[in-house]
């Protein structure tokens, strides 16, 4: 890529690059704050890596041309194909196997399929008010992230695949969850950290990390052998889908190993992004008493003066200002932070910077979803943003949490039903305080999420 025209932040180091001033830890954080000063496109070097980072919505816009851009697996993608292989998340635009499992998978994903996921996701979202409850009961604050987590990998092990995590039984994290965090964490890490040594300091060992994903592909393992071991069993779940459907145009079924690649992918894709987005809604309506008091009255409005209500599938779409208050959370803090894309032939980006095939960017959506021109006061919380018809004023490609093109989320719909039901039914049930003192912190992972945020719930009923 015609880089030499791109800027690049200050003190930039020979051979290592542009990481003088990333702290650690902290890569997005630290890129969204000097990205601000030198504009919607810049490059940094790292090592002999060179990520140009996008964040203006023309630029953004013009890397959604599927003709003549696609998908990158590249950066932080080839590790973790080295765990699921041509899953989903981890395919090449033309790999068959993406195109197989996306015509098999989309109809689980539609917005009406949602309704056969509502109950299962009721029936979770309550086992988090009794959590809450107990703790309201004791008067002790809980730990918002690690509670939406649990909500969040419980409700897509039942409704995927008919697996229970127990996650709300047990104080410390599932095996599965522990292997994936780890696993994860490798694999981010092996991504910029090729010497093993230093690897092995960061992330641990090799062997540690073959156990881990060991363990992941064991635990899918025992599922789908379950449920091939139940003949009587027809759930109409991810996993029956993909064990029973066959492609609608070339009877096509995905193997057993794409499978349990696929199961891994729902797992981790499922549940870290949509728990990082409750609990930044969470934090950001807690700080905001206005936002606060609109969102319960919305949903007193619909469930009123009942201490335990019956949401119904249609209720969610109702619940215009809580869905408000949760993308305007992803505006500020888009839970999965980017992705990228490759020119598919030379191109010019921006009508402006010379691309080669196979050029990439990152698309930086922290970046994105402040920019100025689009967004004003872009720092501050307004779920009105959001409001009806405010879209429409807005650059097409200014707001993109759920990415892009084909390539874009496949459980968006699945993630805005869960989280929308779950914020509404906490909402409605308890008067929110967090510590004053609590100043957001950001975990960075794969993902984003609050770190050490903790609310104190009272029953409002
Ligand atoms: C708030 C929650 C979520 C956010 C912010 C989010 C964000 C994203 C983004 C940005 C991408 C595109 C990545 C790229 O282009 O490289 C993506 C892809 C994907 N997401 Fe999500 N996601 C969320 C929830 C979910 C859920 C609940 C599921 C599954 C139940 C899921 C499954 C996937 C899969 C399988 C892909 C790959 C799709 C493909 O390339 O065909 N995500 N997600």
Redesign the pocket.
Known sequence: MDIATIPHPPRRVPVIGDVVGIKVGKPVQTVLAQSRGLGPISVRKVLRTQIVTVGGADLAGDLSDESRFC?FVGLHLPPLRQVVGDA??TAEDDEPN?QLA?DILAPAFTREAMSGYHAVMLEVARELLARWDAAADRGQPVDVTPDTTRLTMET?GRT?FGYRFASFDRDEPHPFVVAMTRALHYARVSAVLPWAPVRRLVAGSAAQHDADVATLRGTVDQVIRARLDDPASDAPDLLGRMLRTAHPGTGDRLDPVNIRHQMI??LV??HE??SG?LSFALYYLTRDQGALARAQAEVDALWGETADPEPAFADVAKLRYVRAALDEA?RLW???PG??RAARCDTVLGGRYRMNEGDWALVFLPLLHRDPQVWPDPDRFDPDRFGAGQAKSRPAHAYK????GK??????Q??LHE?VLALGLILHRYALTAPEAYELQIAESLTLKPRGFRLLPRRRR
């Open positions: 998908k989903l998340f993406w996306h897509i995927g992918t729902f894709a499922g992004t949509t987005a992803l888009p839970t999965a992705y990228l949490p759920f990415g892009t390539r874009s989320c496949i459980g968006r699945f993630a989280a």
